[in-house]
Structures are given as structure tokens and as C-alpha cells.
């Protein structure tokens, strides 16, 4: 079964506003990661966050996790045309080994309205 | 090299052909890793490797699916006797062995398989 979940599926807003994206997973892990896909491309690393932080920025990202609820946010504020993609959350393995596969969500489609 | 390199780009099979794909990990990078990615969504990963040795085949196909990872070659991911199920992209990644960026993965642009 798919570890993790995105909420919301497609997601549509006008340049300048904030994205919100969320994330749900089942399992104890390590870490979780947020990676961005452009069409036909491969995936971009955007943010990590490991399972003992709660909050983390990156430049106009900010991702929260709660272990507690199994869930964790993306939110991209200012957003622009460039940010349209597919962003996906990606969990690793409680061992935290450099080898662990990662499990992928189904991703939320962006797109920023100019 | 300083990203993945994957080819072919894309790769037309008939049903039950063979098919290979190949994927250059970053240099220093001793993790290589393969995902499938079926109708744009949902990516299943597939296997692992350190170095040349298997790490986590659990996502593997048992029967028709095999990888390798050879010292001074390109990884592979070969599926004999391919099936229109098959169609996907399948994308490679590396990481490096520790420090910071440990657990992050570089994916390369993917092979997209059209199985006819």
C-alpha cells in the first residue's frame, strides 16, 4: 500500500499567493523528504526534515512534520510560475541507512495562474 | 559526473522483448537506487545497491526483472520478456556515502519503456 498520501491532488492559485501541501504516511521513519518533478523530467531534492525536528525553512519553503500524526506540510509562500510541478513527500526507512529506498506519495499537481 | 546520466531516453519493446536500461551514478555516490513510475504519480521503487552488492531488492518483480551494478560500468535494469505493464518511466538516483546529503537522492531524467 502506498505509504504516503498528498493532500490535495491538484492544486491551483494565482502567482504571489502561498501553497499549502500536505502529506500523510503510516510507518516510523527516519526521515521525510519533499522532491519537485517538472513535466518529463526527473525528481529535484527540495527539503529534508528528519523525524526528530518539527519545523525546517528553505528559502521560501517551510515543512513541518508531526510524528504523532503521521503528517507533514509543505508550504511555498510568494509562489510563481516556476513552481509549477508535481510535488511529492517521500519517507526512508526507520534504519536511516544511506541505502534505504525512499516511499513515495501520489503528489500534489501545482499550478500557478499568472 | 555531477548529475545522473540514464539512457537510453526512451525505449520501444514488442511484448516479450527484451529490455535493457542504464544509469551512471554520480560520481563518489556509492548508493544507486531504480524506481518505476507508472502514469506520472505513483513511483514504486524497485532496488538498491551499495556499491556493487544488492542492498533491498523488495520491490524487485521476482521473475523478470534483474539489476546489476559493476565496478567501472553503467548500472543496468534489464526485464526480459517485457510486458505492456511494463510501460513506465523508470528513473535511477544515487546519493552519497555520509555526511549531511547522505539520505538525499539525485534522480536522473528517467527511461521512458513503451511496451507495443
Known amino acids: 500500500s502506498q505509504q504516503g498520501e498528498e493532500d490535495p491532488q491538484a492544486l491551483s492559485i494565482q502567482e504571489g499567493e502561498n501553497a499549502t501541501m500536505n502529506c500523510s504516511y503510516k510507518t516510523s521513519i527516519n526521515n521525510l523528504q519533499w522532491y519537485r518533478q517538472n513535466s518529463g523530467r526527473g525528481l529535484v531534492h527540495l527539503i529534508l526534515?528528519?523525524?526528530?525536528?518539527r519545523e525546517k525553512h528553505s528559502g521560501r519553503l517551510r515543512v513541518t512534520l508531526d510524528t504523532s500524526k503521521k503528517s507533514s506540510s509543505l508550504l511555498i509562500t510568494a509562489s510563481r510560475a516556476a513552481d509549477t510541478a508535481s510535488y511529492f513527500c517521500?519517507?526512508?526507512?526507520?534504519?536511516?541507512?544511506?541505502?534505504?529506498?525512499?516511499?513515495f506519495g501520489k503528489g500534489t499537481h501545482l499550478i500557478i495562474q499568472p | 559526473g555531477e548529475e545522473v546520466a540514464q539512457t537510453p531516453k526512451h525505449l520501444v519493446r514488442g511484448e516479450g522483448q527484451k529490455a535493457k536500461l542504464y544509469c551512471a551514478p554520480i560520481k563518489g555516490h556509492s548508493y544507486v537506487f531504480w524506481y518505476q513510475q507508472v502514469l506520472k504519480n505513483e513511483f514504486k521503487f524497485l532496488i538498491s545497491?551499495?556499491?556493487?552488492?544488492?542492498?533491498?531488492e523488495t520491490g524487485m518483480p521476482k521473475e523478470r526483472f534483474s539489476a546489476k551494478c559493476l565496478p567501472n560500468s553503467p548500472c543496468s535494469l534489464e526485464i526480459q520478456a517485457t510486458k505492456l505493464e511494463d510501460s513506465a518511466v523508470y528513473f535511477c538516483a544515487s546519493s552519497q556515502p555520509s555526511g549531511r546529503g547522505k539520505n538525499i537522492q539525485y534522480f536522473g531524467a528517467g527511461t521512458r519503456l513503451s511496451v507495443l
Open positions: 517521500a519517507t526512508a526507512a526507520r534504519s536511516g541507512g544511506g541505502a534505504d529506498g525512499l516511499t
Open positions: 545497491f551499495q556499491n556493487e552488492n544488492v542492498f533491498d
Open positions: 526534515i528528519r523525524s526528530n525536528e
